[in-house]
């Protein structure tokens, strides 16, 4: 069944290459991640055990544009995640990314589909450690991709500031929901450069309503020095599921990356007590836990690593994470194992 349905994608991408007479511009793009990693305990790896273990993330898509008018073009992507390198490939070889539909013209741009919201959006490119152990979603809620949403973007005014907003229609929501939330959004407000390209500075404050089940507060700003670029991301959450109504909190993460020829060193130091990340939820054991007696979280990560690019596709990376961290539960303080990582991994993109 796996491999089916495994051929079953590969084909319907292929059918969408070349052969159509109607695409102006088309790509087909993915990536393939590949790493060994130890860890002393299994909160924060993608494959959920703890000890020496094979990490891999595969991702493939096509996208493209059309143009409709002269000032107007249609956009379409549609992408997987591929599980085939992994034992859970063998029931589950695929997984649903961004996938969209929308129009781009002068007055902005609208997607309508699977997509990241604009609040996880916003912290995309001060992600240092985005698709790994250390990646920004372990400690700090907020990082969705929501099916069913309505995006827009605007153009950039003034050549520097941007105000983008997600809706979702609860009615499509409903089995995503742990939550009786309604009046689903989020709306960004970015000033500068994301890529930090054409102007060294990038600022942003944006807030979510209900998607991914919580509300929640976030600023961001990022600069850049010569061969450094400092980042900084403060957020307030507050969880909108019934029984976790006092896992609320402030989170910080502030990371430095400094780049020499083709290595580049990163380090990062985060902070959290609202409990509402993935190591977290993880680490007290899921889903089957009830949160509503859990209080005074404090959960730090420190992450050193390195990257040195090969080629435009390709670098070589490794990283050290750890993560440390209390509760109360009832009023009585848990401390958390400490959870050392350690990954070695390639990472190629075409």
């Known amino acids: 069944m796996a491999l089916n349905k495994t051929h079953a994608l590969f084909c319907s991408l292929c059918l969408c290459m070349p052969y159509s007479t109607y695409a102006s511009k088309m790509d087909v793009f993915g990536s393939m991640n590949t790493a060994i990693t130890q860890a002393d305990q299994a909160f924060a790896t993608s494959s959920k055990v703890r000890g020496t273990s094979i990490e891999n ?22 992408s997987f995640k591929i599980y085939n390198a992994s034992p859970s490939g063998d029931k589950t070889p695929i997984k649903a990314s961004s996938t969209y539909l929308g129009i781009s013209n002068p007055l902005g741009t609208l997607l309508i589909g699977r997509n990241n919201t604009v609040f996880k959006s916003t912290a995309t490119n001060i992600d240092i450690f985005n698709h790994t152990d250390a990646s920004l979603s372990h400690l700090i809620a907020g990082q969705v991709r929501s099916p069913d949403s309505i995006s ?21 929501q409903k089995d995503n929901l742990q939550s009786n939330a309604h009046n ?23 807030y979510n309503r209900g998607i991914g089940n919580i509300d929640a507060f976030r600023w961001i700003s990022q600069i850049k020095w010569r061969a450094f670029i400092l980042s900084e991301l403060s957020q307030y959450s507050q969880s909108r599921i019934m029984n976790e109504q006092n896992m609320k909190g402030c989170s910080h993460d502030f990371n430095l990356s400094y780049r020499f020829g083709r290595l580049q060193l990163n380090a990062e130091y985060g902070l959290d007590s609202a409990g509402l990340g993935d190591y977290f939820y993880y680490a007290t054991g899921g889903s089957d836990t009830d949160k509503s007696t859990i209080s005074d979280v404090n959960i730090s990560q420190v992450a050193l690593g390195a990257q040195y690019q090969l080629s435009r596709s390709t670098k070589l990376y490794c990283l050290d994470t750890l993560y440390q961290g209390q509760y109360k539960d009832r009023g009585t303080l848990v401390t958390l194992n400490s959870d050392n990582i350690v990954s070695v991994g390639i990472d190629y993109h075409f």
């Open 152 to 172: 827009y973007y605007s153009p950039i005014l003034s050549s520097l500031l941007t105000f983008n907003g997600t809706y979702l229609m609860s009615t499509n």
């Open 184 to 206: 689903l959004f989020a709306f960004a407000v970015n000033l500068g450069d994301p890529h930090l390209h054409s102007r060294p500075y990038f600022y942003s404050l944006s």
């Open 57 to 78: 993330a595969t991702k493939l898509g096509v996208e493209g544009e059309e143009s409709i008018t002269n000032k107007t073009q249609l956009l379409y992507k549609i």
